[in-house]
């Protein structure tokens, strides 16, 4: 009896057909290359996101420090100190046994011409004629001289 001999295939031999190894290694190229495309996408899409996330974060913080101000004006305003400054300086209050000083206009200044007196080195005030009320009613509505009836 011969004997037959069991031959394994050649493996070093083409025959066009792709291996199980093969098609899986291509399966995971396929799959890793889609991985980093759509990875790369979403670095992409995230970009214009990073940059208003760190817009906000200036505004948040320059936001801080303006409510930290107005906390610091809110104090104040409610203190004491504020409220004598307020009533010397707009409110014209004077407290007891002082003297409320009321500067005069720049306009009635160049009208009351103060000099000084060689002699006694006072000054010297020339009073002026009082404008007539209907005259001060009228410049106050129509921001022009009154008209002349003399």
């Known amino acids: 009896m011969t004997q037959r001999k069991f031959h394994p295939p050649d493996l070093t031999r083409k025959t ?9 290694f291509a399966a995971i190229m396929a799959i890793g290359l889609f991985l980093a495309i759509d990875f790369s996408g979403r670095i992409t899409s995230s970009q ?18 303006e409510q ?10 409610r203190s004491d100190a504020y409220v004598a400054r307020w009533a010397r300086s707009e409110g014209r209050m004077a407290l ?21 007196d060689p002699i006694t080195n006072s000054p010297v005030v020339v ?7 209907w005259a001060l009613w009228w410049r106050l509505f129509f921001d022009s001289p009154p008209p002349d009836f003399r």
């Open 96 to 116: 007891p046994g002082e003297l409320l000083v009321i500067p005069v206009p720049s306009r009635v200044e160049a009208a009351v011409q103060a000099t000084q």
């Open 68 to 77: 930290e101000g107005l906390i610091q004006q809110r104090d104040y305003v």
């Open 127 to 133: 009073p002026i004629e009082a404008p007539d009320t």
């Open 48 to 65: 214009p996101l990073a940059e208003a996330h760190e817009r906000v974060e200036g505004e948040i913080d320059q936001l801080r420090r």
């Open 16 to 24: 066009g057909q792709f291996s199980g190894v093969q098609v899986l």
